[in-house]
T-cell receptor, first 116, second 113 residues
Framework: AQKITQTQPGMFVQEKEAVTLDCTYD???????LFWYKQPSSGEMIFLIY??????QNATEGRYSLNFQKARKSANLVISASQLGDSAMYFC?????????????FGTGTRLLVSP | EAQVTQNPRYLITVTGKKLTVTCSQN?????MSWYRQDPGLGLRQIYY???????DKGDVPEGYKVSRKEKRNFPLILESPSPNQTSLYFC????????????FGPGTRLTVT
């Protein structure tokens, strides 16, 4: 079964607009962690934001926020005021405690294109 | 500067010729991991290591070996590479297995012909 599902292969947004990238996850654990990474065309993986399953507030990091809906098992990334430099692949990932916290399971990614 | 380094960054090789991709981190991290990235599949974990001399399989370990003789180094060894191991490989490290952030290396693009 797919642990992390990103249903949007590609997304388009105009500069300065907000965009939401979807991520749903599947786990039977109560304690887990959710991550978003950005991969620009240069190829490196850049950590963006983290949400713990017991965190009551949605995580925020600058223009990035994570819309965490635990009951729906969704962890959508919201980018406010998109910039041209936000064009990249975005990966949602989950860490489950039953793996001893050692492994990140990644989704297949969403390619975001920001147009002027 | 805190970083994870990988070498080589690009490699084209032939089937069956043993190769090693090195990974080194300068942050005194306990936990290190190897992933491969393939189009449409995201990143999948190959092996991980919780500390020196402690390694374990990830989701796709077949055809790979690792070793952790020193805390800072975690080389990935392909004893007999095959074309289906053509991929983009990432090494990652974190302070511990429960740390919130994994630091990724720049990636190694491997082509096996």
């Amino acid at each position: 079964a797919q642990k992390i599902t990103q249903t949007q292969p590609g997304m388009f947004v105009q500069e300065k607009e907000a965009v939401t990238l979807d991520c749903t996850y599947d786990t039977s654990d109560q304690s887990y962690g959710l991550f978003w990474y950005k991969q620009p065309s240069s190829g490196e993986m850049i950590f963006l934001i983290y949400q713990g399953s017991y965190d009551e507030q949605n995580a925020t990091e600058g223009r990035y926020s994570l819309n965490f809906q635990k009951a729906r098992k969704s962890a959508n990334l919201v980018i406010s005021a998109s910039q041209l430099g936000d064009s990249a692949m975005y990966f949602c990932a989950m860490r489950e405690p039953h793996t001893g916290f050692q492994k990140l399971v990644f989704g297949t990614g969403t390619r975001l294109l920001v147009s002027p | 500067e805190a970083q994870v380094t990988q070498n080589p960054r690009y490699l084209i090789t032939v089937t069956g010729k043993k190769l090693t991709v090195t990974c080194s981190q300068n942050m005194n991290h306990e936990y290190m991991s190897w992933y491969r990235q393939d189009p449409g599949l995201g990143l999948r974990q190959i092996y991980y290591s919780m500390n020196v001399e402690v390694t374990d399989k990830g989701d796709v370990p077949e055809g790979y070996k690792v070793s952790r003789k020193e805390k800072r180094n975690f080389p990935l060894i392909l004893e007999s590479p095959s074309p289906n191991q053509t991929s983009l490989y990432f090494c990652a490290s974190s302070l511990s297995g429960s740390s919130h952030e994994q630091y990724f290396g720049p990636g190694t693009r491997l082509t096996v012909t």
